[in-house]
C-alpha cells in the first residue's frame, strides 16, 4: 500500500503541471530558482556595493590629494587599506555583481531558454557573493585588508585572513556563476541558434564567464597560499607578514591583462544596442563576435603575476598589452559602420547608445593606455598608471551595464527608466571615468610643477561625480518602480528573442514553443518576413 | 525496489553505524567492544558512541519502515492512482538551501579563523544543504505535480529534518551566545544575556500567537539572524575574549574553585 493523504481522484487531476505565479517578497527572493529573480539579486547586491564603493573613493581620493596635511584614515597604514579596498572591490564586487546579474536576467532569454543552467547554484553564487563580500569588507573594517605597512602582528593577522577568506569566497561565487552561464549559452540555445548565430551579448558573456572560469581558480590558489604562508610561517612562497607582500600577490588580478576581463561584456552589450537604434543588421555579424573572441583572448591573465616572476619586459606581456587595442577598434568601427549604414537618428540619442558609445570610447582609452604602460621606456609600470588602466576598464564597465541596464529595463524590473535621467547618469560616468583615468596616467608620467597635486584633485572630483552618477542609478531605478507607465513588450523593436516575450516577463520566459530560428536576429527576420508577405498579398 | 526514502536512510544509518564504531576505537574503544555494542570490550568514549550508535539504529529503522510500507514512492503511487507512469517535471522549485549553504560556507571560514567550532558548524551546515539539495533535485523530478513532489519529500526528509533543526537551533544559541558573553564585559554579559532570554521569548510568543505568520517576515528574521552572526563573529573574533585575571587562592579550602575572574566591568 502507499501512503499518501490524496485520494485518487484530486491527484490524478493535479498531475498537470501549473505555471506558478512568481512572488515578490523576501521569502521569494531567499528561495528562488528563477534567473530573473536572480539576477535581480546580483544587480541590487551590485547598485548597494556601487554606491558605498563611490563614497569610499571620495575620502581615499581626498586622502592623495596631500598626504602630509590630510590624514582621513587616521594613519598611512589604515588609508593604505582602505586604497586597497577601494581598488578590490571596484574589480572584483561591483563590476563583476552588476555583470552577472544582467546577464543572468537577459541571457537565458537571448538564448531562448526557460531559465538558466543549474538555477539552484546560480542562486547559490549569488548569496555566496553576497556572505564572501560581507566578510570581506567587515574585516577589512575590523583592521585586515591586504597586509599592513608595518607589517601584520597579532590580532590583524586574524582579520587579514578573514580578508582573504572572504575574497576567495567571492571570487567561487563568481566562477560558479560563470559556469551556470556558460553552460546556458552553450546548451541551452533554442533550435537553430548555431554558435554563430547567438546575440552578442550572450557571446561576450559566454566569452568572459571563460576568460574568468580560466582566471579565477589561479586566484584562489594565490589566495590558499597566502593564508598558508601567514598561518604556518613563510612555508611557501615568503613572508606575508612583511608588509605589502600580500598585496603584491593579489594585485595582478586588478592589472592587465586580467582587468581587461571587465571590459567584454561591454562589447557585447554596444553589439547588442546599436543595430537595434539604427533598425538595421549589423554589417558583420561574425567578425564582431571573432573580435569579442580575441578580447577574450588577450584578456587572460593568470599568467602573469609580477609578484613571482616578472614578465612586464617580456614579449608576450608587452604583446598582450599592445594588440588588446586592437578588438576594441575593431567592434567601435564595425558597430559605427552599422550606425552609418543606418545613418544618424536626429533629435537626443537614447541614453542606451550614449552609454554604449562612451563605454566603448573608455574602453578605447582604457586599452590605450594599457598600451602605453607596456612599452618600457616610458617606464609607467608600478606608477599610477596601473591605477589608470583599472580604473578606465572598470568605469567602462560601469557605463555599458548602466547603459544595458536602461536597454533591458522593461525586462528586468517590468519598467522603463527615464531617458533623461540616463543621459544625465551616463554622461556623469564616462566624465568620472575619464577625469580618474587620464590623471592617473598624468601623474605615472610624474612630470614636475606641481602637476601631480592638481591631478590628484581632479581624481577628487571624478570620484565625486562617481558618486553622483551611483546615487542616480538607484533613485532612477527607486522611482521608476513607483511608475504606472506601461514600457511595452518591445519598446525598442529589439533584434533578439527577449523581446518576444510579455513584460513583465512569465515564469517560463516564453509562452508556447518558439520559431526555429535562422539567423542572430530572429525579430527582425520575423518583421521582414511579415513586410514581405504584405508586399506579395493580393490588393 | 528499493525506494528513494530507503536508499537515503539506510546510508544515513550505515554511515553514522561506521563513524560509531571508528569514533569508539579512537576514544579508547578496545578488543571488539565498539562492534559489539561493549559486549566485549569498551566502547571509548559513551556519550558520542552512544548518540551516533543511537542515531544509526534510529534511521535505520526508518529506512525499513519506508521500504516495508513504500511509503513516498512515485512508482506505487502512480500504481495506487491507475496510470502507468506520472511524467516528470523539468520545473526547479525554490529552495532555501542554496542561501543555507552559502552562510554554512561563511560560518566555515570564520571558523577557519576564529575557532574550530565554527569550522565544524560549517561543514555540518554545508553537509546539511548538500543533503537536502539532493534531496530536493530528486522531488522536482518524481512526478509531474509539483505538490505531490512537495509532498514526497516532506515524508522522506522530515523525520530527518526535525530533530537536527531542532538540535541545530539550540547549538547555535548556544555557541553564539558564549562568544558574545566572553566579549562583552561582566555587565555587558548579563545584559545580553537577557536581551537573548527577551528575544526568545518574544519570539516563541509571537510564534505561538500567529502561528501562520508571514513568511516574508520569518525569511526577514532568518536572514537579519544570519548576517549578524556574520558581522557579529567576525567583531568578536578578532577582537577577542575580554581580559580574564585569574585570582590567588587564599587558602587550601577554595582550591581551584572559582580561581579566576574578570575585571573589566
Known sequence: MTMTESPPSEAAESTEPEAAVPGTGLYDALTTSDHKAIGRIWLRVGLLLLTGVAVLGVPVALEATSADSVDVFDGANAAWQMNGLYN???????????????????????????????????????WGFVVGAAIMIVSVFAGGGWGALDGVRGEEADAIELTLLGMGMVAASILLACICLATTVVSLRTPGMGLMKTPLFAWSVLVSASVWILTLPVLIANLIIIVVDLRGGPLVFGNPEASTMIYDQVHWILEQPAVFVLGIPV????????????????VAHAGLMAAIGAAGLLAVGGWSQPAFSDQREELLFVAFGLLAVVPVLATLGLNSLTLAKAGVPAGLPPAQLLGALGAGLLLLLATGAGALRVIAPLDLIGTDADAAVGRLVAFAALVGLVAGMWFWASKIGGHALSNAAGLGVMLDFIGAGVLMGAAHLLIGFDFDGGLNETMAWIVFVGAILAVIGAVGVVASVASARRSDADPGDDPWNGHTLEWATTTPVPPENFVGALARVTSEAPLLDAAEQGDSDEEGAPS | MFTTGFKFYFGLAAALVLSAVIYGYATGGEHVGPITWGWKGGVGEHIGYTMLMASGVVASAISFVIVAFRDADPSAQAHYLGVDEIVPTATVTGSYWPVVGAFGAGVGLLGLVLTPVLFVGGIVICSLAAIEWMMDAWADRATGDAEANAALRDRVMAPFEIPVAGTLAVGVIVLAGSRIFLNASKNGAVFWAGLIAILIFGIGVLYAAKPKMNRNIIAGLVLTCGLAVIAGGVVAGVDGEREFHPHEPHGEDHGDDHAEDDHSE
Do not use: D, E, W, Y
Open chain 1, 88 to 126: 578590490v572591490a571596484l574589480v572584483l564586487l561591483v563590476v563583476p555583481a552588476l555583470t552577472i546579474g544582467l546577464a543572468t536576467i537577459v541571457v537565458p532569454m537571448q538564448v531562448g531558454s526557460s531559465n538558466i543552467a543549474f538555477p539552484r547554484a546560480a542562486a547559490a553564487a549569488a
Open chain 1, 267 to 282: 562589447l557585447g552589450i554596444i553589439g547588442s544596442i546599436v543595430p537595434v537604434v539604427a533598425g538595421t543588421r549589423h
